[in-house]
């Protein structure tokens, strides 16, 4: 290991060692990456440089390097590594699909989406209500509802219909594949074109079932919305139907595949339970005559604190998707060669004691309703440059409708064991690039018999 300056170290990984690594278990190596980036912050490394298999790997640890690159030159890092199995790299196609969802989901468009993301967060809270048991699963079905309905126009009615379940197996598929380092031909490309029967070659009989899975969660909606809006029955405002009816129904081969692509780039988007202190933020009047509505944002900066807090805390992606830069750079002085997947550990940077007091507590007040503190965060956790995540408005909406409906509508306490103790959560997540809470236990009740009365209501539309 050598050291470059106290701010960027370049470690050289032994090809035995990048060998073993992909062999072993394949999140090994996001892993690795955590792991060895963490070892060097506190040594004040903004940059780490790591290779694998000679494929060049460089991880930010700072908000300003990700400023100064990601985003000041975004026209060099917007590039995806070439992985075999997922990602499109930063071409015409990718730069037409992300014109068709930043316009659907810009700040004057996404008010017509605001009664589907209330009535789908009801609908969560209610079914958790039912089931606690449910909550992780039910959040990421009502979630995939949500994108349905405005994608598509599609009414998710039972949660195991083919449409839902294809777009989480895609979901799923991609947060598996998406970390480079974890999948050995992403690091010698010419094992793609090894037989699929040969010894070794698994990957590509996944491969094929991938992009089968990924080809049905694109196409079979979009048909879907397609053949509702020709019959005069297409269920509007949604981004398919909106974009065909503008085209005037005429769309050009390449269009549509931009449209598909795009539809599915949006398709693949309780140890806090003291609860009193937010609710206190809440008018009594919510929870028992009416429900919190997204319009009711501005009026309630407490939920947005501790929404942000949320996002702080347990961030759903502690490494950034990967960018790749498409030519040689220079930072701090130092060379940067082209190719290098460029991660940004948002984990780190979001508990930075430098800049979040007690980082690993979580205290929504430290940011006290000031919208620059909070978009901080949400600058961090929505991607950077030209790959920012162009739905963060509407992502923000459907976030504050779940949260202030089930702050307004319920009790949060913990699980209780057969000997009738409190079950204390442990902090643990599942999955690979995208983390979720892992076997969350506690119990969740309505505030009163008026609060599931209201939610029964609301979902009778």
């Known amino acids: 290991m050598s050291m470059l300056t106290k701010n960027v170290f370049v470690i050289g990984v032994l090809l035995a060692f990048g060998i073993a690594w992909h062999i072993a278990q394949f999140n090994l190596a996001l892993m690795a990456v955590v792991l060895i980036a963490t070892l060097f912050i506190y040594n004040e490394c903004n940059i780490i440089y790591l290779e694998a298999l000679g494929k060049p790997i ?14 000041k030159r975004s026209s060099i890092y917007s590039d995806r590594p070439p992985l075999m199995l997922v ?135 979009y048909l879907w919305c397609k053949e509702n809006l020709d019959n005069g029955i297409a269920s509007t405002p949604n981004l398919c139907a909106t974009t065909v009816i503008e085209k005037g129904g005429q769309l050009t081969h390449d269009e549509e595949v931009a449209l598909v692509s795009a539809a599915l780039t949006v398709l693949g988007g ?18 028992t005559i009416w429900l919190p509505t997204i319009t009711d944002k501005e009026c309630l900066p407490y939920i947005r604190s501790l929404i942000a807090e949320m996002y702080r805390w347990a961030p759903a992606l502690p490494l950034s998707l990967p960018h790749a830069l498409r030519q040689d750079d220079s930072y701090e002085g130092f060379h940067i060669p082209r190719g290098s997947a460029v991660i940004a550990n948002v984990w780190h940077m979001l508990r930075d004691p430098d ?7 979580f205290r929504p007040e430290r940011y006290g309703g000031d919208e620059v503190a909070i978009r901080k965060v949400t600058d961090l956790t929505f991607g950077f440059g030209r790959r920012a995540c162009p739905g963060l408005a509407f992502a923000e909406g459907s976030m504050f409708a779940i949260m202030s409906t089930i702050l307004a509508t319920c009790d949060i306490i913990s699980a ?18 995208i983390i979720l809470p892992e076997n969350v236990q506690c119990d969740i009740r309505p505030r009163s018999a008026r609060s599931r009365t209201l939610l029964s209501e609301a979902l009778i539309l």
């Open 87 to 221: 990602l499109r790299p930063y071409g015409d196609v990718f730069k037409a699909q992300r014109k068709l969802v930043a316009h659907d989901f810009s700040q004057s468009v996404i008010p017509n989406y605001y009664s589907i993301q209330e009535l789908e967060a009801r609908k969560l809270v209610f079914g958790i209500l039912n089931d606690p048991t449910s909550l992780v699963s039910q959040i990421e079905h009502r979630v995939a509802s949500i994108i349905l309905r405005v994608t598509y126009g599609y009414t998710v009615k039972e949660e195991d219909v083919p449409m839902m379940t294809t777009a989480l197996a895609a979901h799923h598929n991609f947060s598996n594949a998406a970390m480079p380092g974890t999948r050995l031909v992403d690091a010698i490309p010419c094992l793609q074109y090894l037989p699929s029967w040969a010894p070794g070659a698994k990957f590509l009989r996944t491969a094929s079932e991938w992009r089968e899975t990924v080809r049905q969660a694109s196409w079979n909606p």
């Open 58 to 71: 460089v991880v930010l640890n700072s908000a300003t390097a990700v400023y100064d690159l990601l985003d």
């Open 270 to 287: 309780a140890l806090e339970t003291n609860l009193q202190k937010r609710r206190r933020k809440l008018t009594p009047l919510w929870g």
């Open 355 to 361: 800049v979040y007091a007690n980082p690993t507590e």
């Open 416 to 433: 209780k064991d057969s000997q009738g103790k409190d079950i204390i959560p442990q902090l643990k997540y599942t999955g690979d690039v």
